[in-house]
């Protein structure tokens, strides 16, 4: 049996309040793995949901804190009790979050956190989610999102770097928008700032992205060996044969048409690349989750090589995702990295003899008995 690793981050306790259909669960969560079986709408989601936005301040199911709410109540509230890795070794971090119509409410050992961005540095979370096959097929935004996220954990100055560039971008695109129009000499004093910060989240992404490659062919190798990825290839958002300065100038009348800024990191993408001369939308539903899965293994394996600890893990509803025999490989691949496990399923669930221990909970309406 592996021992814990104590490179990992871990929730001992959570408490969740009037979230979803959750009324008022208290569960000790145990170092490795966590199971939660119960039949369909007992709230299992819910519970590595919650998990989830103490973790992002956002949901994978909703971009609206307000359907969270457990309905005839007007707040819920998440609370827990963490270990945070390397950092905090040997210190439980208390983290409670709250959210109503009146905004966020956040404390870290019982502190008050103005920001929800110095707030979610706290606590990593990865979670694999039925929908998540839309990171390898869906609209370019959740694959920007999840290189942003993995930047904002490693990269100190990447938030305040990003912020620049949104905050130029905004200008340049209002600029674009005035009624009295805008001169090539006015536009030009928003490209610069726009390349100078543009410029450097490209660099960061592509550092990342080559860094993403590294782990995720070895990764593929070990859980998903038969998918025909090659590689990973990052897009900056403009055309490659360009400096990003150029082609803001060469985009302006195009530009001042749509009344917004077509070109830039904010367009950026990155694909996987397929053998065969496979396109994405020619992959299986099934490899495309399996695509995403080994994606977001990557994202882990790369926060734990920067930081020094794994993200807490989530696997939602994982039978209805993998195929037994892809369960079984990523069930050993959990099991050797001594990261804490959330596990969601209707049935229980056969883990490698090199599990950590289990912790078992029924859920059912609202309501969670931990077996064992
Ligand atoms: N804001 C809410 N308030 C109360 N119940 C909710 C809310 N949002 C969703 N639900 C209900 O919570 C139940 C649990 O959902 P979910 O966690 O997705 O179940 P499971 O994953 O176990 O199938 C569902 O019946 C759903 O309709
Ligand atoms: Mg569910």
């Not at 905004?103 to 707030?119: C, H, Y």
Request: hydrophobic residues 40%; neutral net charge; aromatic residues 6%.
């Amino acid at each position: 049996m592996n021992d814990v690793s104590p490179l990992a981050t871990r929730i001992g306790l959570i408490r969740v309040e009037s979230f979803r259909n959750l009324q008022s669960v208290e569960l000790h969560l145990a170092d490795g793995f966590n199971f939660f079986s119960g039949g369909n709408g007992a709230g299992k989601t819910s519970v590595l949901e919650a998990v989830h936005v103490l973790g992002h301040g956002r949901s994978f199911r909703t971009a609206q804190a307000g359907d969270l709410v457990r309905v005839g109540r007007e707040r819920f509230s998440i609370f827990a009790e963490c270990r945070l890795g390397l950092a905090a070794a040997g210190h439980d971090t208390r983290l409670g979050l709250g959210w109503s119509r009146d905004g966020w409410t956040l404390r870290r050992n019982n502190e008050a956190v103005p920001i929800l961005s110095d707030f979610v540095r706290n606590l990593p979370v990865v979670t694999l989610d039925p929908g998540s096959h839309e990171l390898i097929s869906g609209p370019s935004e959740l694959r920007r999102r999840f290189l942003d996220w993995l930047l904002f954990h490693v990269e100190p100055d990447f938030l305040s770097v990003w912020r620049r560039y949104a905050r130029a971008l905004r200008q340049r695109n209002a600029a674009l928008r005035s009624p009295f129009g805008v001169s090539d000499r006015e536009l030009s004093v928003w490209e610069k700032e726009l390349v100078e910060a543009g410029t450097r989240v490209h660099d960061h992404r592509e550092r990342l992205v080559s860094e993403l490659r590294t782990e995720f062919l070895p990764l593929l190798a070990s859980i998903a060996p038969g998918l025909p990825v090659e590689g990973i290839r990052l897009r900056s958002g403009w055309s490659s044969d360009t400096g990003l300065a150029d082609a803001l100038r060469e985009g302006r009348s195009s530009d001042r048409e749509r009344g917004f800024t077509q070109r830039g990191p904010h367009r950026g993408d990155w694909r996987l690349q397929l053998g065969n001369g496979l396109d994405h939308d020619q992959l299986s539903r099934g490899q495309g989750k399996l695509a995403a899965l080994t994606s977001l293994l990557a994202q882990a394996a790369l926060l734990r090589k920067h930081r020094g600890d794994w993200p807490v893990l989530s696997c939602d509803d994982l039978a209805a995702e993998l195929d037994d025999e892809h369960q079984a490989r990523l069930l050993e691949w959990l099991s050797r990295t001594g990261a804490q496990v959330l596990i969601t399923g209707t049935s229980t669930l056969t883990l490698p003899t090199t599990a950590p221990p289990a912790r078992m909970f029924h859920v059912e309406q609202g309501r969670i008995a931990q077996l064992l």
